[in-house]
C-alpha cells in the first residue's frame, strides 16, 4: 500500500488550474485509512471469532476428557516458554511494521536471522531450566515436558517474515486462513490424544501439532508476498531494531511477570488443581479481551504508526474515533460476563469447574480496565514512546508480584483473585500523564467507556434473570446431542 494515488498530476491541465488539486489530496489518505481500518477490523475480529470460538467449544470438551491438574500443570510449562520468548522480546515484529524500511530485503533478512539465532538460544535454555523449575515449582513432571514443549519456540525463530509484512499492510486476510487452519488441526490432535490416552500429554501434542503448521504456512506466505527469507546481517538493520526495541525487551519482561506470575504463584500457593480451575476463569474472562488485543495490535498499530509518519495531529484526531465503537462492544460484553461468570461456567463446565464461576465475575474487572489500557499504550508506542509500555506494565509486575502474596495471606484464594483483578489499575498511573501532556487524553471519554460497562452489567443481570437455570440448559443439550 503506497500513497501513489495521490502523486498523478493533470498531464494536460492548463497551468491555471493545478491549485484546484491541493485541496482534495488530502482527503484520499484520510478515507484510504478509514478503508484499511474497516477490512482490517473486520479480518482480525472474523479470525477470532473462528480461532477463539474454535478454542472456547473445544475446551468445554477437552475438559471434560482431562484432570484441572492437567491445566495446572500446563500452566507452569506454557508460562515457563512465553518467559523465556518475552524475556527475549527485541520487537522485531514491531519494528519491521513501523519502519520507514521495512520492505527493504536486507532489513527483513536481518530481522529473520536475528529471529532464528533467538529461537535455538531460547530452546537451549529452556532444556537447561527444565529440572531446577520443575523443583521450584513442585511440579515434577515439568523437567522432562518442558524441553519438548519448547521445541515449537525453534520452530517460532524459523517463521518467515512474511506474515510481519502482510500486518504492515493491513491485509490480514491470508493471516485469519492460516491461524484458523492450524487451530482446526492442533484441536484436532489435542482432542483425539486426550480421548485415547488422557494426559497433559495431549495439551503438548496439540501445542507442537500448531507451530509445526505456522511454520509451514508463513512460507505458503512468504510466496505471496514475493520474498523468500535468508541469512544475513546488516549492523545498521540490528541497531535500529535494537535502539526501538530495547524498551520493548523490557515491557515484555515485566508483561510477563503482569499476566503470568499469577498463574504460576497460584501453582505454588494453591497447587495445581485450583490452577486448573483458575485458568479456566482466565480463559473465559479474556475472551473479550484477546478480541481487542487482535484488533488493537494488528489494526490500530499499523494504522496509527502509518498516521504518525503523517504528523502527530491526524493522530489526535483519530484515536477516540477508532476507540468508540471497541469500548462499546468490548466494556458492555465485559460487564455483562461480569454478571453472567457463575451462570456461564455451570452451564459450560461440570462441578469440578464450580469455583471457576466467582473468579470470573472478579476477573472481569481487570479485562475491563485492560480494555481501556491497551490502546492508549499502542497509541504511545506508534508515537515512538515504547518505554511507556515498559512503564506500565512494570508498574502492575510490581502489583502482581507484591499483592498476590498478600492477597493469599490475607484471604487464600479470594484475596489472590481480587488482587489480581486489580491489576489493572497501576498501568493508567503510567500511561494517562503522558498521554495529557501530548494532549490525546480525554477524560469525559474514559468515562463514558465506564458507562457501557455499566449498561452490558444491567444487561448481564436481565439475562440471569430471564434464562433458565444454566444445568437445564446443559442437560438439554447434552440429550440433544446424544
Known amino acids: 500500500m503506497t500513497d501513489a494515488v495521490d502523486s498523478e498530476p493533470p498531464t494536460e491541465a492548463p497551468p491555471t488550474e493545478a491549485p484546484a488539486d491541493p485541496p482534495e489530496q488530502p482527503e484520499k489518505p484520510k478515507e484510504n ?10 479480518w482480525q475480529l472474523l479470525g477470532y471469532v473462528l480461532t477463539y470460538g474454535l478454542r472456547f467449544v473445544s475446551s468445554t470438551v477437552i475438559r471434560s476428557l482431562l484432570f484441572p491438574a492437567a491445566f495446572g ?20 515484529q514491531q519494528a519491521i511494521v ?54 515449537s519456540v525453534v520452530t517460532m525463530g524459523f517463521h518467515s517474515t512474511a506474515e510481519f509484512t502482510l500486518r504492515r499492510r493491513v491485509q490480514l486476510g491470508r493471516l485469519v486462513a492460516m491461524e484458523t487452519s492450524c487451530m482446526v488441526v492442533s484441536l484436532a490432535v489435542t482432542i483425539t490424544w486426550a480421548s485415547i490416552q488422557p494426559s497433559v500429554w495431549a495439551l503438548v501434542a496439540g501445542g507442537l501439532t500448531n507451530a509445526a503448521m505456522y511454520l509451514g504456512w508463513s512460507y505458503v506466505l512468504a510466496k505471496h508476498v514475493g520474498y523468500f527469507n535468508k541469512f544475513a546481517w546488516d549492523p545498521s538493520v540490528r541497531k535500529e531494531i535494537w535502539d526501538f ?6 515491557s515484555s519482561a515485566v508483561f510477563f511477570a503482569s499476566t503470568w506470575g499469577d498463574r504460576l504463584l497460584i501453582v505454588g500457593f494453591l497447587g495445581t488443581q485450583i490452577a486448573g480451575v483458575y485458568a479456566t476463569a482466565v480463559l473465559i474472562s479474556e475472551a473479550v479481551g484477546s478480541a481487542l488485543d487482535r484488533v488493537v495490535h494488528g489494526v490500530f498499530y499499523p494504522l496509527f504508526a502509518r498516521i504518525q509518519r503523517d504528523g502527530h495531529d491526524k493522530l489526535r484526531k483519530v484515536y477516540y474515533g477508532t476507540r468508540l465503537r471497541f469500548d462499546v462492544l468490548t466494556m458492555a460484553s465485559t460487564g455483562g460476563l461480569s454478571v453472567m461468570g457463575p451462570w456461564v461456567i455451570e452451564l459450560l463446565f461440570d462441578d469440578r469447574y464450580e469455583a471457576a464461576g466467582w473468579m470470573l465475575r472478579v476477573l ?18 506508534a508515537l515512538g514512546h515504547s518505554k511507556f509500555g515498559f512503564y506500565q506494565n512494570l508498574l502492575r509486575a510490581i502489583w502482581i508480584l507484591a499483592g498476590v502474596p498478600i492477597g ?15 491489576s489493572g489499575i497501576p498501568p493508567i498511573l503510567a500511561l494517562w500523564p503522558k498521554l495529557w501532556e501530548l494532549k490525546l487524553l480525554r477524560l469525559d471519554r474514559e468515562a463514558l467507556a465506564w458507562v457501557f460497562f455499566g449498561v452490558g452489567a444491567g444487561l448481564g443481570w436481565l439475562a440471569v434473570w430471564l434464562l433458565p437455570e444454566a444445568t437445564e440448559i446443559r442437560h438439554w443439550l447434552r440429550d440433544l446431542v446424544s
Request: a neutral charge; aromatic letters at 8%.
Open 245 to 250: 526495541g530495547k524498551w520493548i525487551t523490557g
Open 98 to 151: 513501523r519502519s520507514e524500511r521495512g520492505d527493504e530485503p536486507v532489513f527483513l533478512n536481518t530481522a529473520w536471522t536475528m529471529h532464528v539465532v533467538r529461537g535455538v538460544g531460547l530452546w537451549l535454555i529452556a532444556v537447561v531450566i527444565a529440572y531446577p523449575a520443575s523443583l521450584i515449582t513442585h511440579t515434577p513432571q515439568v523437567a522432562y515436558l518442558l524441553p519438548i514443549a519448547s521445541l
Open 73 to 92: 500443570i500446563m500452566e507452569v510449562v506454557t508460562g515457563l516458554t512465553l518467559g523465556l520468548i518475552m524475556l527475549s522480546d527485541v520487537g522485531i
Open 364 to 381: 472481569c474487572l481487570r479485562s475491563a480496565t485492560l480494555a481501556i489500557v491497551s490502546p492508549a499504550e499502542t497509541c504511545l508506542t
Open 33 to 42: 485509512l478509514r478503508k484499511l481500518a474497516l477490512r482490517g477490523s473486520f
Open 408 to 422: 493469599y495471606w490475607i484471604g487464600g484464594a479470594e484475596g489472590v483473585v481480587w488482587a489480581t483483578a486489580l
